[in-house]
């Protein structure tokens, strides 16, 4: 099984709906592919039992990340870009009740949530710990199976590799590592990410591109705006309260406003003092990811409970340093994308397989040189900027309470944005010649921890706070 290595800035960035894009997007994904490899061996309508194999990560965490509910969703043909996000407890009792499964919504079986989808808490596949095998047994009395991998950040293969990928394409500047990245950025004379555009052009056409980045940049803002309006307690029985909607009153005063923005003028005018621009981060990041815990529409960047990182710190550039701007935000955007692709690479950004160092680390990291450049860093900087956030990110273990996206996993995009907002002024005040660790240096170091690092700080909820907060939460 080979991972594509032509990663596009929509393979990083990918509209979707919370809290985890490994273990709510992927499984989501995985199980709209399984109804499509029945569809192409002809045998949807022969489908009589559906089973589910939930294995390692997915099994211990699924149920607080939401893998049972994006499996349903998956199986009923429903689309996480598109699905309206208020429907999904309406239609998930009613399976639950009906204990019925409208296969693709035309192929109607009997399904039982608690006896057809099994957590296999015990079990692995050496592959990787996220690992979901989907059973059909057809009215012939023969079977059909296949295994599915969430890889991280919504990314999925299948176990014999029969997903169909998008084809190769002869991109200009082939990237694998940091280097390389520089390499072509000294040829050319080009920034990092025109770099990046000039690859995406092997795929579609500027117009094309330029609308595609310009609408993940809206689904981003129009949940950070609703997280910021949105009060209440998150799901999932931890009982942990919204608080972005009354930081974000807090902060803006009597200011009046009815859009985005709107908004953006009226943070403006809050002041420019130290502790209100980091009130204001930690707002924007907060909001994402409380959205994100509720189901709520997102953007992976690269990842589901790293999604609040790339908004905040684009926010700040955004209202702070005057980057509203089309060109401004694509140029984020793209350089952004470019280091999340090299991290995905060179090491992960599973959580499964890295620890929070793979998510939150690697989203401090895209931010970070994504910032440089916009603020008119040099290519080196970027880079140096990308390794200044990561290097202060290793270890960090991922240890969910209760297998939810909530603590201390909200709190940590606060940080992630800080960081690599840190990351960009320390580069931008460096000179790169003489940096002592290199963007590659990192990615490597980065990998090794995650090897060593015990699967118990790997979002199983095994270690860490997870079992030192006690706390009882409902069945899902």
């Known amino acids: 099984m080979q991972q594509r290595e032509q990663i596009s800035v929509f393979d990083i960035f990918k509209i979707g709906i919370g809290p985890s894009s490994s273990h709510t997007l992927g499984p ?24 589910v194999l939930l294995y390692g990560s997915l099994a211990k965490t699924g149920k607080g990340h939401g893998t049972n509910i994006a499996i349903l969703l998956g199986l009923s043909g429903d689309d996480p870009v598109t699905f309206d996000v208020d429907r999904i407890d309406s239609k998930i009792k009613n399976i639950s009740v009906s204990h019925k499964l409208q296969v693709n919504g035309e192929h109607e079986i009997d399904f039982n949530p608690a006896d ?3 957590f296999l808490f015990t079990e692995s596949l050496p592959y990787h710990p996220n690992a979901v095998t989907f059973q059909a047994f057809l009215d012939n009395g023969k079977a059909i199976s296949a295994t599915y991998y969430s890889i991280g950040g ?3 293969v299948q176990d ?28 050319t004379g080009l920034k990092i990410s025109e770099v990046v555009i000039e690859n995406e052009l092997a795929w579609r056409s500027e117009e094309e ?24 307690v998150l799901p999932g029985g931890l009982n942990v309260a919204r608080r972005a909607s009354a930081l974000n009153k807090k902060l803006i005063g009597n200011l009046t406003y009815t859009s985005y923005p709107e908004w953006v003028e009226a943070i403006r005018q809050t002041g420019q003092s130290f502790k209100n621009i980091l009130d204001w981060v930690s707002c924007f990041a907060l909001a994402v990811n409380e959205e994100n815990a509720s189901f709520g529409r997102v953007v992976t960047a690269p990842t589901n409970g790293a999604a609040g990182v790339i908004p905040a710190v684009l926010q700040y550039f955004i209202v702070f340093c005057d980057g509203y701007n089309e060109q401004r935000i694509m140029q984020f955007m793209a350089t952004a994308s470019e280091i999340g692709s090299i991290f995905k690479k060179g090491a992960t950004i599973s959580a499964a397989m890295g620890g929070c160092q793979a998510e939150i ?8 040189a994504a910032l440089t450049e916009c603020l008119g860093g040099s290519q ?5 900027a990308a390794e200044i956030a990561m290097e202060h990110h290793l270890g960090m273990t991922c240890d969910p309470i209760g ?28 000179n790169p010649d003489k940096a002592k660790v290199s963007l590659d240096n990192v990615v490597k170091t980065m990998w090794q921890t995650a090897l060593d690092m015990n699967s118990k700080y790997k979002e199983t909820s095994d270690g860490g706070l997870a079992i030192n907060i006690p706390i009882s939460l409902p069945e899902c």
């Open 28 to 51: 989501w994904r995985a199980a709209q592919q399984f109804v499509q490899f029945l569809q192409r061996r002809e045998a949807l309508q022969l489908v009589v039992q559906v089973k």
């Open 380 to 384: 080196r900087q970027a880079l140096m």
């Open 160 to 187: 014999d590799d029969e997903t169909v990928h998008l084809p190769e394409v002869d991109l200009p500047f082939p990237i694998e590592t940091a280097n390389d990245l520089l390499h072509w950025c000294r040829k």
């Open 403 to 430: 297998g939810l996206v909530q603590v201390p996993c909200i709190e940590r995009n606060t940080m992630g944005a800080i960081k690599a907002i840190t990351a960009s002024q320390l580069a931008l005040q460096s």
């Open 209 to 232: 591109t330029h609308q595609g980045m310009l609408n993940i940049f809206n689904v981003m803002t129009e949940c950070m705006y609703r997280g910021c309006h949105t009060t209440g």
């Open 154 to 156: 919504g990314f999925v």
């Open 361 to 368: 680390g690697v989203s401090s990291a895209m931010a970070a």
């Open 116 to 118: 057809d989808m099994l």
